[in-house]
């Protein structure tokens, strides 16, 4: 029997790439035809940055995507569920970072 997500992400494999679920493949779709368009530029999938205060590493934050648009930096994640853990590493990384989450569903 398969293993059920505790927050009903199924897995998606879109151009090789397998998606946590169905909206983050959908919205790497949507990102590519923005990029295509040259609404976006150098889009990433993943980027990952150390969360650390006072030369101690926290914990490490990974979004789902990375771009340019309009010139600036976008870092976006794709959130059917917002856990704790996921509001404090937000948190960090505007704090830290100076970051601001993009957040779409």
Known sequence: MAKVNKYRAKKTVLDGITFASKAEAARYRNL???ERA??????ELQPS???EHNGTKIC???ADFKYMQDGKEVIEDVKGFKTPVYR????????????DILETS
Do not use: D, F, P, S
């Open 32 to 34: 590519k035809l923005l």
């Open 38 to 43: 040259g609404e976006i530029q150098n889009l």
């Open 49 to 51: 940055y150390v969360l």
């Open 60 to 62: 490490t934050y990974r």
């Open 88 to 99: 404090l590493k937000k948190k960090l990384m505007l704090a830290i970072h100076g970051i």
